[in-house]
């Protein structure tokens, strides 16, 4: 019955009309915005490990008060922010309508963004609830639930309104992604914080950081990939069966992952076993979305130095092999004890989040922007650029927090004091620096690149950006 | 001792704020219901596959690629 009551679906070239241009622009904005602040959040804080007094004795300026400015900016500024922008313009051109109260998005915009300023600047002051990614006080905590929870309710009945009967693989995901944050950000910020004390508070909050990554950048992610790579390669999706599987098999294993936090831990060892169980079985997800990708591509390498977007998505693909590689063996008890509280971790997270999210964040976001502001790409030479600075940024960032961590963590298993372990990481520490300022200085070029994009003015022959759907301006300029 | 963490007061029985609920849980019933959560969370993902499979979203599971590609690409074979 479903079927009879849907609308015709527009033809290709009406799907741009589908798409609030200006809504998507004002997010991309914010999103940019945020992409050259929170990241560099991270790189004071690590200039720190090589020179402890160069920030001054201000409270302020403390790594504690920078670490999780960094992390809640990357997570809720940079990434979130551009995930916003780029689900209202694919939404309604899957969905083959437009999103349901649209101009909701703008009082949306100003109200996440605000609320994420506002909440950012309190961790600074110090105002924290101590709880990892969970750090934001309550009134901007209610913020945020109260933007993602209304961005669910327009996006499922944007979906539930759509013209095609079945759900492009993205769609699952995007669902997934924010019904499972919706109930999760229940669950961490307004149960966790004031009921449960002590190592049960632990426990509990182990569940929601990894739901943030696992159910919420993770889905988003891939959200983001599954639309841009096949319209930016220029090839249907490799397999949506097996996208499908992926799309399940994260579904079901992922929530029992977040327990994997707290081996040798008091908690019951049978919960630990399950959590290493389930974070192993990822290994079908990661496989089935990487054979994709790379089955995307297929036929279309040739393209590759010259598709800037695809460039951006391709590398977040390797950065996500050897992160989640990383992830998964991370749960093994016996590859826990050297790796443990060490920048073994600190390396997968940035892979992870960074290397593979924010960058395929990035990848959506030269697709979309050129489109979005009807001009061809301000320089591809400086595209490149910062796609080289990004990529050899944290390629250098993951080996040395690799290689630091597990020196740190076999010193530590030999019974060397922690004072004496310092010394000999001090380099790695050094090195991670020089390649965090190499990513910062990539994305200030990127969105310098894309500011000239919105501010060039659009030649006649390339006018015609919008009038062609999907390619119209092919990744880093015509082509 | 008592350490100050921007608004939260901690010390060895955690966070003052938890002072009214005092009770404390065993472990082992909180790891049941971390348990319990992760469960939930995997079951009602186990719904919506089940209400996908009842509404016919995996038939001619391939088709939907092309669609959705083919609404955004019209002209990659000429490139």
């Known amino acids: 019955m479903a079927e009879v009551l849907r609308a015709e679906r527009p033809l290709p070239g009406q799907l741009d009309e589908l798409v609030n241009f200006p809504l998507v622009r004002l997010w991309l904005y914010w999103g940019m915005f945020w992409l050259l602040l929170a990241p560099t959040f991270g790189v004071m804080a690590s200039v720190l490990f090589s020179f402890p007094d160069y920030l001054g004795p201000s409270e302020y300026l403390t790594f504690g008060r920078l670490r999780p400015v960094h992390v809640n900016g990357v997570i809720f500024g940079a990434f979130s922010t551009l995930f916003f922008g780029l689900c209202y313009y694919l939404v309604p ?5 437009r999103v349901h109260a649209e101009g909701l998005g703008y009082w949306l915009a100003w109200l996440w963004n605000i609320t994420l300023a506002i909440g950012l600047l ?3 002051l110090g105002w924290n609830q101590g709880l990892e990614a969970g750090e934001f006080p309550l009134a901007i905590d209610i913020g945020i639930f109260l933007v993602i929870a209304t961005m669910t309710w327009q996006f499922i009945v944007t979906i539930m309104r759509r013209t095609e009967p079945q759900l492009y693989v993205a769609l699952w995901y995007l669902i997934a992604a924010f019904v499972w944050t919706d109930v999760n950000l229940i669950l961490g910020s307004f149960i966790l914080p004031y009921t449960l004390p002590g190592i049960n508070n632990a426990a509990f909050h182990g569940l929601f950081i990894h739901y943030i990554v696992g159910l919420w950048i993770t889905p988003a992610g891939y959200v983001l990939i599954y639309y841009f790579l096949p319209v930016s390669a220029r090839n249907p999706l490799f397999s949506h069966k097996l996208s499908l599987i992926g799309f399940w098999s994260l579904a079901l294993f992922y929530p029992f992952v977040g327990i994997h936090h707290y081996l040798y831990s008091p908690i019951a060892d049978w919960a630990e076993t399950l959590s290493i169980i389930s974070s192993m079985l990822l290994i079908i997800p990661v496989w089935t979305v990487l054979v994709n990708f790379f089955g995307t591509m297929k036929g279309k390498w040739s393209s590759f130095g010259t598709n800037l977007p695809a460039k951006f998505l391709i590398m977040g693909s390797l950065m996500y092999l050897i992160g989640c590689f990383q992830g998964s063996t991370e749960a093994l008890r016996l590859i826990q004890q050297p790796t443990h509280f060490t920048d073994f971790v600190i390396s997968h997270s940035h892979l992870t989040v960074f290397g593979t999210f924010v960058v395929w964040a990035i990848g959506g976001l030269v697709y979309v922007w050129p489109r979005v502001v ?21 390629s250098v960032m993951g080996l040395v927090l690799t290689a630091g961590g597990l020196q740190q963590g076999y010193m530590w298993m030999a019974g060397t004091e922690w004072l004496n372990s310092l010394v000999p990481v001090s380099p790695y520490w050094f090195l991670r620096t020089l390649a965090g300022l190499s990513m910062d200085i990539g994305m200030s070029l990127l969105v310098l690149n894309l500011m000239m994009t919105a501010l060039s003015r659009p030649a006649p022959a390339r006018e015609p950006a919008r009038d062609v759907p999907g390619g119209a301006v092919p990744a880093g300029g015509m082509q | 001792m008592r350490m100050s ?5 901690l010390g060895a029985g955690g966070p003052c704020r938890f002072r009214r609920a005092e009770r404390r849980l065993p472990l082992v019933e909180l790891t049941i219901g971390q348990f319990l959560v992760a469960l939930c969370m995997s079951l009602g993902a186990l719904c919506f ?31």
């Open chain 1, 93 to 97: 051109r899957l969905a083959g309508v």
């Open chain 2, 5 to 9: 963490a921007g608004n939260v007061a």
């Open chain 1, 374 to 394: 009807g001009r061809e790409l301000w320089s591809f030479k400086m595209g490149n650029w910062s796609f080289w600075l990004i990529t050899a940024g944290i």
């Open chain 1, 122 to 124: 309190s961790l600074l």
């Open chain 2, 49 to 79: 596959f089940i209400w996908g499979v009842m509404s016919g979203m995996f038939k001619d599971v391939e088709a939907i690629k092309m669609r959705a590609y083919r609404a955004e690409v019209a002209d990659d074979d000429e490139q």
